[in-house]
C-alpha cells in the first residue's frame, strides 16, 4: 500500500471512529471543525483518485444521483406488527397467559417504542448492502440509498459479520422543528409530526432531500434467529448490536416482574416530553430467546411481545350527526360525524362510536359537545361528552331495528356486542363483500373501483362474486364513465384473476378471522378448497397458526349452503381452486431431507443461513424457526443454545454443519 493509499484508508478509519462517537453514542472525541476538516481532505483525495473510494466511504452519505423509483424487497423472514395494551389491566393479562404458559420464571425487557418508521438493514461481511422498508410485513420497500444518508447507520461494522437488522429510522425533535421552520420561510406546507416527516424523508427518490432531513436510528432485534451469533435473550442482543456498531436506545430496562414494567411506564409517561426524540409507547419483550420460541406467534404478531400505547391527546367538538355504515359480515357500525378538529397533528371531522352499547352507556346525542382522542395515535374515538355544556332538549340516540340497507331486522349474536344484518342478500353486505374480493392483496382485479361496483349491483349486472366472472365488454358500455377500452381492460383483468392461487381466493371470501397470512398458511397447507372444505377440528388447530376461533370460524363458514353454491358458480366460471404458490412437493424428491421439518440453530460458518435454508427446502425439507415435537432434525452450529438444548431433551436427531455440508455433497 502506498502513501496516498495509507492516508486514504487513515482517514476512512478516522471519520468512522469520529462518526461513531458523535452519531451513536452521542459523545462527540473531537470538535466538529477537526471532522470537517478531515472530510474536507477525504473528499479532495477521492476526488483526485476516484480509484480510492470505498463503497463505505463516508464520503457517499451525501446522496447520489435521483432514484427512477423504488425497487421491492422480499424480508428474509417476516416484520411482525405487536398487539396492543393500553391500561394496567391489558398489560397484567399478557403477563398472566405469559406465566401460565411457560411457568413463573420469566423475566421481561422494556423499551421506549420509537415513533418513526420500520426498517431492515442487511450486511454482508460487516458491510452495508441493502435497506429497506417494512412494507406489508413480507415485502417492502429498497431504499438504501437515503439510508445510507442517515450517519447513525454505519456502512462498515466493527465485526464482518453477515446480518439483518431490523429498527426504526426517526427524524428527531430538533431536525423536526429546523425543518418546518424552512418550509415556512419557503411557504411550504408543514409536516404534521416528526413521523410523517421521517418517512416522507426516506421515500423521497433524490437521496440529497433525505440526507438533508438529519434522520437518525434506533436497531432493536436482527432478523432471524438470533441465536446463531451466540446470543440467548433480548438484552443480550441489544448489547450485541451495540458492539457491532449500531445504535440501540440506552433507556431500556430490564423487568423481573410486571410491577416493574408498570414503573418503568409510569416513569416514561411522565419524562416523555424531554426526551429529544417522539415515543408513542412502551414495547415489552420476554427476554429469553428459549421462552419466546416457546411461546409462538399468532397469525399476526408474536405472543411473547406486546406494545403499550400511551394515553392519547384529547380535544373537545361538536358531534353533529351519526352515521350508518353495514360491512361485509353484517355489523352496523355508527360514526360520529364531528365538527373539523385537530387531534395529534391532523383534522378529524369523523369518529368511531364502536357500537350501540357505548353510545347508550356514555350517552352520546346529536348536538352534543364530545371529547375526542385518536386511540394508539390512529383512530379517532369519542371518549366522553360534556354534559354541562348539552344542549336543551335532546333526547338519547336510538339505533334502528332494521338495516338501514335492506330493511331485514337487525339482530345481536349471543356474546357479541356488534347489531348484525344477517340477510345473506343485504346490498350492503354485498357491496363491501365485493369490494374486499377484488382488492389488491385478495384476488386483484384492476379497474373494480367502489363506484363500478356500486354501478353492477345497481344495475344488477351481479349479485355474487361469482358474477363476476360472467361480465362482457359491451354490456359494460352503458355503465357511466365506461369507454370501449376500460370494459375491455377490466373484463381482462377478471379472467387473469382466475388464475391466482388459492391462498388470494381464500382471502377474497372474507372468511371471519382468516386474514391474508393465515389464507396462506391454509392454502399451503389443504393445497385445494375441497380438501379445506373436509377439515375437521382437529386437523385445522394442530396447524400452528391456527387457533379454536379461526378454526371454528372456518368450518362454520364452509358448512353453509349458500356458500357451497358461490363455490361451485366460482368453479364453474373456471376460478382456480388450488394453491399454486412456492412449496416444495417433497413427495417427488428422492432425498433423505424429504418431507422433514428441520431447524438451523447456532452460527453456521462454511454456508450462511439462507443459503443452507434454500438448500434443505430445494430438497423437499421444511425450514422451521423452532424446536417442537414436529421437528425431525436440528442442525446446530457452533454456539448453539436453547433450541439445541431442547432438541437434546426431546430426543431430536442433531447434526454439527460439516455433517449437513456432506449430505448436501
Known amino acids: 500500500m502506498n502513501e496516498l493509499e495509507q492516508r486514504v484508508a487513515e482517514l476512512n478509519k478516522l471519520l468512522h471512529e469520529y462518526g461513531h462517537a458523535y452519531y451513536v453514542m452521542d459523545n462527540p472525541v473531537v470538535p466538529d471543525s477537526v471532522y470537517d476538516q478531515l472530510l474536507h481532505e477525504l473528499i479532495e483525495l477521492e476526488a483526485q483518485n476516484p480509484s480510492l473510494i470505498y463503497p463505505d ?47 413463573e420464571q420469566v423475566s421481561y425487557v422494556c423499551e421506549l417504542k420509537i415513533d418513526g418508521l420500520a426498517i431492515a438493514l442487511r450486511y454482508e461481511n460487516g458491510v452495508f448492502m441493502q435497506g429497506a422498508t417494512r412494507g406489508d410485513g413480507s415485502v417492502g420497500e429498497d431504499i438504501t440509498a437515503n439510508l445510507k444518508t442517515i450517519k447513525a447507520i454505519p456502512l462498515r461494522l466493527n465485526e464482518p459479520v453477515t446480518i439483518e ?31 410523517n416527516a421521517a418517512a416522507g424523508s426516506l421515500r423521497q427518490l433524490d437521496p440529497k432531500i ?78 429469553s430467546f428459549a421462552q419466546q420460541d416457546e411461546l409462538g406467534f399468532t397469525a399476526k404478531s408474536p405472543r411473547w411481545a406486546i406494545a403499550y400505547k400511551f394515553p392519547a391527546e384529547e380535544v373537545m367538538t361538536t358531534l353533529f350527526d351519526i352515521e350508518l355504515t353495514v360491512g361485509r359480515t353484517g ?76 330493511d331485514s331486522e337487525l339482530v345481536r349474536i349471543e356474546g357479541e356486542v356488534a347489531l348484525r344484518c344477517v340477510n345473506p342478500a343485504c346490498a350492503a353486505q354485498l357491496a363491501e363483500g365485493i ?71 381464500l382471502f377474497g371470501l372474507g372468511i371471519r378471522h382468516v386474514g391474508e397470512k393465515a389464507a396462506k398458511i391454509l392454502a399451503a397447507e389443504f393445497e385445494t378448497i375441497d380438501a379445506l372444505r373436509e377439515a375437521t377440528m382437529e386437523q385445522l388447530i394442530a396447524i400452528h397458526e391456527i387457533g379454536d376461533k379461526m378454526a371454528d370460524s ?13 363455490l361451485e358458480k366460482l368453479q364453474q366460471a373456471g376460478v382456480n381452486m388450488t394453491f399454486t404458490g412456492k412449496k416444495v412437493d417433497a413427495s417427488n ?58 432438541a437434546e431433551q426431546l430426543g431430536i436427531e442433531v447434526w454439527d454443519e460439516a455433517r449437513l455440508v456432506e449430505q448436501f455433497a
Not at 428527531?172 to 429546523?178: E, L, N, Q, W
Not at 411550504?188 to 416528526?194: M, T
Not at 344488477?460 to 365488454?473: G, P, R, W
Open 210 to 287: 433525505a440526507a438533508s432531513r438529519n434522520l437518525s436510528t434506533f436497531i432493536y432485534s436482527v432478523g432471524g434467529d438470533a441465536e446463531q451469533y451466540g446470543i440467548n435473550g433480548h438484552d443480550e442482543m441489544l448489547s450485541y448490536l451495540q458492539a457491532l456498531g449500531f445504535k440501540t436506545n440506552n433507556e431500556r430496562l430490564a423487568c423481573a416482574s410486571i410491577d416493574d414494567v408498570l414503573a418503568y411506564i409510569e416513569k416514561w409517561t411522565a419524562a416523555r416530553p424531554h426526551l429529544p426524540y417522539e415515543i408513542d409507547g412502551i414495547v415489552i419483550k420476554v427476554d
Open 589 to 646: 424428491i428422492d432425498s433423505f431431507f424429504a418431507g422433514k421439518t428441520v431447524v438451523l440453530t447456532g452460527k453456521l460458518t462454511q454456508l450462511t443461513r439462507n443459503e443452507a435454508k434454500a438448500k434443505l427446502e430445494a430438497l423437499g425439507a421444511t425450514v422451521a424457526g423452532s424446536v417442537s415435537k414436529k421437528t425431525d432434525l436440528v442442525v446446530a452450529g457452533e454456539d448453539a443454545g436453547s433450541k439445541l438444548a431442547k
Open 331 to 406: 355489523v352496523v357500525t355508527p360514526t360520529a360525524i364531528l365538527a373539523p378538529v385537530q387531534v395529534a397533528g391532523t383534522t378529524v371531522q369523523r369518529a368511531s362510536l364502536h357500537n350501540e352499547d357505548l353510545i347508550r352507556e356514555k350517552d352520546i346525542r346529536l348536538g352534543d359537545t364530545v371529547i375526542i382522542r385518536k386511540a394508539g395515535d390512529i383512530i379517532p374515538e369519542v371518549v366522553s361528552v360534556v354534559l354541562d355544556q348539552r344542549p336543551e332538549g335532546t333526547t338519547p340516540y336510538e339505533m334502528p331495528s332494521h338495516c338501514i340497507a335492506c
Open 57 to 103: 466511504s463516508p464520503t457517499q452519505r451525501v446522496g447520489g444521483t435521483v432514484l427512477a423509483g423504488f425497487e421491492k424487497v422480499e424480508h428474509t423472514t417476516r416484520m411482525l406488527s405487536l398487539s396492543n395494551a393500553f391500561n394496567e389491566e391489558d398489560l397484567r393479562d399478557f403477563d398472566r397467559k405469559i406465566r401460565e404458559a411457560i411457568g
Open 435 to 505: 369490494k374486499h374480493f377484488v382488492s389488491r392483496n385478495a384476488m386483484n382485479i384492476d379497474g373494480l373501483g367502489e363506484k363500478v361496483v356500486e354501478q353492477l349491483l345497481r344495475e344488477q349486472y351481479i349479485a355474487d362474486v361469482a358474477d363476476l366472472y360472467t361480465l362482457e365488454v359491451e354490456p359494460l358500455l352503458a355503465l357511466e364513465r365506461m369507454g370501449q377500452k376500460s370494459a375491455t381492460n377490466l373484463v381482462e383483468a377478471i379472467d387473469k384473476s382466475k388464475t391466482n392461487s388459492l391462498e388470494r381466493l
Open 554 to 566: 372456518i368450518i362454520a363458514y364452509f358448512d353453509n349452503d349458500d356458500v357451497g353454491h358461490l
Open 165 to 195: 437488522v431490523r429498527g426504526e429510522a426517526y427524524m428527531p425533535k430538533s431536525s423536526f422543528d429546523a425543518l418546518n421552520a424552512r418550509r415556512a420561510e419557503q411557504g411550504e406546507e408543514l409536516f404534521a409530526n416528526p413521523r
